[in-house]
């Protein structure tokens, strides 16, 4: 039997995960399918609803319909509902079940790219941005024990409004809010630095930083991934700094929902990695 699972999404045209689930589907010689759906936010209950009927076993949920796949599953991960969204889709007994696999695929890129403990190197944690990737790293960072970790946001109550979603999440996690104007003093304090904005991707403007100052082990990690190597992570690199990129957020997080629909855990290979940094050199844009 075929089975069948998707992205939903809107646009979606440019989505990876067809290409990444597809590789892997081939890989192991399995009889199935991912596809590529694009959903307009009006008809997404609809989608939600009938995505059984055709034959779909489940799928990937991208911007702009996370919270709305949250407020529509039966059953959430915890994960899915500390951040009150879900990015991944399954049928248990018939009944929609949903997930947040960002967490995940953010912290096993670290693990994949840093050398093991660095949780316990870096201790503390400066996160730029307060979106949805923020959460989900934020919400990674806690698990891992990391503190204090500062958020750094041009409006400021967006940083505080993120901060206190986690107020209580972790014990003896201390979180604090700041402006771009307190980086010169925040960079040389912390062991990872994580931009979560859109800042340094092709056709915006770099990060406001400055590396200079920061610790000479610290991990520099972006969650931009066109380009490969934004202005920061080449910052970092000139600096000698351990870099992380955000590509294998990306392939990591689809990790659990393939292994969910099709029953086999597949592995972030090197040939996968070049299959989709030759997408990405090929200059189609979007980031998921």
């Not at 979606?12 to 991912?34: D, K, T």
């Not at 986690?166 to 990872?192: C, R």
């Not at 972006?222 to 955000?246: F, H, K, Q, S, W």
């Not at 996968?272 to 030759?278: A, C, G, H, K, T």
Request: hydrophobic share 45%; glycine share 12%; charged share 20%.
């Amino acid at each position: 039997m075929t089975r069948k699972a998707f992205v939903v999404g809107h646009p979606i045209a440019h989505s990876r995960s067809p290409l990444i689930h597809n590789h892997w589907i081939a890989h192991y010689g399995l009889s199935g399918r991912y596809e590529a759906r694009d959903v307009a936010p009006d008809d997404f209950v609809g989608f939600l609803e009938g995505f059984r009927d055709e034959g779909f076993v489940g799928g990937n949920v991208t911007i702009p319909h996370k919270e709305a796949a949250f407020a529509g599953v039966v059953h959430a991960s915890e994960r899915a509902r500390r951040l009150g969204a879900v990015n991944t889709l399954w049928l248990d007994n018939g009944a929609l079940c949903g997930d947040n696999t960002d967490i995940t695929g953010y912290l096993a890129n670290l693990d994949a790219a840093c050398e093991p403990g660095w949780e316990g190197r870096a201790g503390s944690a400066l996160v730029l941005g307060a979106g949805g990737a923020a959460r989900a790293v934020v919400a990674g960072l806690i698990e891992r024990g990391l503190s204090p970790i500062r958020l750094v946001n041009r409006t400021r109550e967006r940083a505080e409004a993120l901060a206190g979603i986690f107020a209580g999440y972790g014990k003896n996690v201390s979180i604090t809010v700041h402006g771009f104007e307190d980086l010169p003093a925040l960079v040389p304090q912390v062991g990872l630095i994580v931009n979560t904005t859109s800042l340094g991707m092709a056709g915006q403007p770099p990060l406001p930083l400055d590396l200079g100052p920061c610790r000479d082990d610290a991990i520099v990690s972006d969650i931009v991934y066109v380009p490969l190597e934004t202005p920061l992570l080449a910052m970092a690199r000139a600096r000698g700094l351990a870099c992380v990129d955000g590509l294998g957020m990306l392939l990591h997080q689809a990790v659990p929902g393939f292994e969910r629909w099709f029953g086999i855990r597949p592995e972030v290979t090197r040939a996968l990695r070049e299959l989709i940094e030759r997408d990405l050199f090929a200059g189609k844009g979007s980031r998921e």
